[in-house]
């Protein structure tokens, strides 16, 4: 077998075992990434590309590698999640850094961080004043949690003693021209009903749309294919030279 084949023939083998092992280790690797998991990750990442590529080494101890690191981090997320004090300590705490308006010197020393990193954090949730801050908390995946004082708090209908209408999610109705009937029967309609709103829109065939959504309220939602909306930066829209 030639060198190029066996590389196709070890990247495919490379690919599913790492695309099945990553979806047995869920999502957690991807929504709360600590620094621990993102070491695991790149060295997982790292077998998988020798197995597709380095012919010097046989391609079966390369698979048992990436299955020895798979079920090793399996385990240690289930050590975590029956040991808290083991959880700690592989993952760390949260750790509160702003309290009361006062930046926490002696957290972020410990924490090795610098006051301008924290300011960043603080900007990219829309806090420009350290002392609107009530609490704000360091997790353990690098993010920042910010609770702002009372009285800088946005006001909300509950505040103001109104009542608001009950906003759930939307249904897919129609998605790439094709219908989605179990959809429409959830929300006891039929195809009559759809055929009806559709032609409110100027709509006469399925195939016309892209996306369409029912609201809660509903109304119906509809993307078509050829939306006639000007790109801003169609060259029409700008004047010619005089």
């Known amino acids: 077998m030639n060198e190029p084949l066996v590389v196709v023939v070890r990247s495919i083998i490379a690919f599913f075992s790492l695309f099945v092992f990553t979806r047995i280790l869920g999502k957690q690797q991807i929504s709360q990434l600590t620094y621990f998991d993102y070491i695991l990750g790149i060295t997982i990442g790292s077998i998988a590309a020798t197995l597709s590529v380095d012919l010097s080494i046989k391609a079966w101890p390369q698979w048992v590698g990436l299955l020895v690191w798979t079920v ?28 009361n308006g006062q930046i926490m010197e002696n957290t972020l020393k410990k924490l090795r961080i610098k006051v301008t990193e924290i300011l960043e954090l603080l900007r990219s949730k829309g806090v420009f004043d350290v002392g609107q801050v009530e609490f704000a908390v360091l997790e353990t995946s690098g993010k920042i949690s910010v609770q702002k004082k009372s009285q800088f ?25 094709v219908i989605i009937d179990n959809n429409l029967e959830q929300v006891h309609l039929d195809r009559s009903w759809l055929d009806k709103e559709l032609k409110k829109q100027g709509i006469d065939d399925y195939s016309e749309v892209f996306l369409a959504l029912l609201d809660t309220g ?25």
């Open 153 to 177: 708090q946005p006001v909300t209908p509950s505040d103001l003693n109104l009542s608001t209408d009950y906003k759930g999610l939307s249904t897919e109705i129609i998605y790439d021209g």
């Open 72 to 99: 090793l981090v399996i385990v240690m997320e289930l050590i975590s999640l029956k040991w808290r004090y083991i959880s700690k300590f592989l993952e760390g705490e949260p750790a509160v850094v702003v309290m």
């Open 218 to 242: 509903g109304s119906l939602y509809v993307d078509k294919y050829k939306d006639h909306v000007k790109s801003p930066t169609d060259p029409s829209d700008y004047p010619g030279p005089n």
